[in-house]
């Protein structure tokens, strides 16, 4: 018998069997720790030790560090192919509600969009009490439409799903023009609103596409298709919290000065900011986002990350 082999064997049954420490495995086989470690890591990798993970959802974790390790990011989640694009969205949508439960904190102010990977996120959350959270709007309402996908109604539903408060942003997400924008601004009730929403430990979104059937700000009314067919021959791509960006992130802003909306800069800042996206047709709007360093945790399907992969691969 291989004199190696049994030595691995020997250090994976006390560490995995026997629950003892690395420091402890070391005394009792007489060697130092950190070749405890060289041992252990050789049991997983010749399968003396297999480890089995028992999931809700299936993943790809090789993807998922590669798309971490591609831009830099927090944390990365990429849901395994299979099905349409609802059955995506959904199972996108529990994936993201798995991810904010195993962060979630006490205390703190979770900022939120609209549109439908929220919803479903907010969907998939069972009853989970927390203390002090609050839920608070990042941008205007859509205010036409579907309201369950719309952000007061999730607001409102996250919060009681987290047993907490929750804050609605009383504006449009665009309006006529930036001077109507920057008198709403004024109101106290809406600044105070957004100033807190830009305070928040967890922020997440959704990422718009202008793909025709995909565009939420355009079934809203707040998009035409004229004004469509000119954002995308001028550069953009998509849009985030509303906000129009181009293929590196950077903002378009002839429209951006009419989205009632917190700064980009605090997606930034934020402790978690997760992009949660279902569809590999906003692929092109997501990698913008993630070049323009929006988000540092991205929750995504399969197809979508191979997609953004490639995109980022030929550019």
């Avoid at 130092?32 to 480890?51: D, F, H, K, M």
């Avoid at 009681?160 to 023009?177: I, Q, T």
């Avoid at 298709?225 to 001028?234: A, D, F, G, K």
């Amino acid at each position: 018998m291989d004199p190696r082999y049994s030595q691995v064997v020997r250090a994976a049954e006390l560490y995995y069997d026997r629950n003892l420490g690395q420091q402890e495995i070391a005394k009792i086989l007489g060697i130092s720790r950190p070749t405890v470690s060289r041992l252990l890591a050789e049991a997983r990798e010749n399968g003396v030790v297999q480890i089995t993970i028992e999931r809700l959802i299936e993943k790809n974790a090789e993807l998922a560090e590669q798309l971490r390790l591609k831009f830099d990011l927090r944390d990365a989640v990429v849901v395994a192919a299979g099905g349409d694009y609802g059955d995506a969205l959904k199972r996108v949508g529990e994936a993201a509600a798995e991810l904010l439960v195993s962060i979630l904190e006490d205390n703190i102010i979770i900022g939120i969009s609209w549109g439908q990977t929220l919803y479903h996120t907010v969907q998939a959350l069972d009853d989970t009490p927390m203390n002090g959270i609050e839920v608070i709007q990042m941008t205007g309402a859509l205010g036409y439409g579907d309201p369950s996908i719309d952000g007061p109604e999730l607001a409102l539903r996250l919060a009681e799903r987290l047993h907490g408060s929750y804050r609605y942003v009383n504006a449009p997400a665009v309006v006529g023009s930036g001077e109507i924008r920057d008198i709403l601004w004024q109101q106290p009730q809406i600044r105070q609103t957004l100033e807190r929403a830009a305070q928040a430990k967890i922020m997440m979104m959704g990422i718009g596409s202008l793909a025709d059937n995909l565009s939420s700000l355009q079934r809203a009314g707040y998009l035409t298709e004229e004004e469509r067919l000119i954002h995308l021959s001028v550069g953009a791509v998509g849009h985030l919290l509303a906000r129009m960006i181009d293929r590196d992130g950077d903002e378009v802003e002839a429209y951006n000065q009419r989205v009632v909306a917190i700064p980009f800069e605090y997606l930034r800042q934020a402790k978690w900011s997760i992009g949660i996206s279902a569809s590999s047709l906003k692929a092109p709007a997501v990698l913008g986002a993630l070049r323009g360093r929006y988000f540092n945790t991205l929750v995504i399907d399969e197809e979508s990350a191979l997609e953004i992969l490639r995109l980022a691969e030929k550019s």
